[in-house]
């Protein structure tokens, strides 16, 4: 069970949002916390305190206004720890071969991935091919509904067909190197961990997965390393001291 750090851009800064609240139109969200310092200066603090595969988060569509501003954010972050971090937001085969060029460990994907609802499978095949799929990371960021966890796409604005289930995951482990889930309801809310979720993750025998979402104190952490059999890798944004919460960044250095 190791801490993942993540540095999350949106409109040209780092910034900690409410999960839910992202909206495309007008590059809208809910701001837990806005950083008057850059990528860079987190993925060194990353690369110094030796917190390896952390993730930088891209919140902006490619296509808006903001978008290139964001990717200066993310190039600096990677200049500053290269090999260390991983990044997605808008990753598709024209950039995904660019962003491990400049030192991203990883590409993260869900929107190229899962399209009309479903999965694409000879996007995906094309793309582990292209990246390797030890440089590939699923985002499986779900949301719940009556009859289970649902992956969601573009920036958890749209709902797919594909329930977050033990054959989900079998069937995509084979392309990727990781799973990265976000568990939306809770995502930057401060107020607890997606229990159920949490569980589910931590009994499947699959590969490598960071759980995010709601984590905000020691006992969160606690419940984690118990329901999720040491297996899953966590986390933490607006909770932390570094982004303005009461978790300190300092207790993290004994979950590298």
């Known amino acids: 069970m190791r801490f993942r750090p993540c540095i999350d ?11 839910g609240s992202l ?4 590059d809208q969200a809910h701001n837990n916390y806005v950083s008057e310092y850059d990528g860079a200066y987190y993925a060194d603090m990353y690369r110094r305190d030796g917190f390896y595969g952390g993730h930088i988060i891209l919140l902006n569509p ?3 206004e903001w978008y290139e501003a964001d990717v200066c ?12 971090m991983q990044i997605g937001g808008g990753i598709c085969p024209e ?7 400049i030192g991203a460990s990883h590409v993260i994907v869900t929107s190229y991935v899962f399209r009309n609802g479903a999965v694409d499978f000879e996007r995906l095949k094309a793309l582990s091919a292209l990246t390797g799929k030890d440089r590939l990371v699923l985002d499986l960021s779900c949301r719940r509904y009556e009859d289970g966890y649902y992956i969601m796409t573009d920036r958890w604005q749209n709902k797919t067909n594909v329930r977050l289930t033990t054959e989900t995951m079998l069937m995509l482990q084979d392309y990727c190197d990781e799973f990265l889930v976000h568990a939306v309801d809770v995502e930057g809310r401060q107020n607890g961990v ?12 699959i590969c490598p997965v960071t759980y995010a ?12 390393e118990t ?3 040491k297996r899953l890798d966590f986390t933490i944004g607006s909770a932390l001291d570094l982004f303005g919460g009461n978790l300190a960044y300092q207790d993290m250095l004994k979950y590298r």
Do not use: T
């Not at 954010?73 to 260390?84: E, K, S, T, V």
């Not at 979402?213 to 984690?224: A, C, Q, R, V």
């Open 9 to 19: 851009i949106h409109n040209g800064s780092v910034k900690q949002i409410v999960g």
């Open 23 to 26: 909206r495309d139109a007008g």
């Open 62 to 64: 490619v296509g808006s």
């Open 73 to 84: 954010q993310a190039q600096g972050a990677l200049n500053a720890f290269p090999g260390g």
């Open 95 to 101: 950039n995904a071969e660019h962003f491990l060029d």
């Open 194 to 205: 997606e229990r159920e979720l949490v569980s589910f993750l931590g009994h499947e025998n």
């Open 213 to 224: 979402g709601g984590i905000h104190s020691m006992e969160d952490l606690s419940y984690l």
């Open 227 to 229: 329901e999720g059999q």
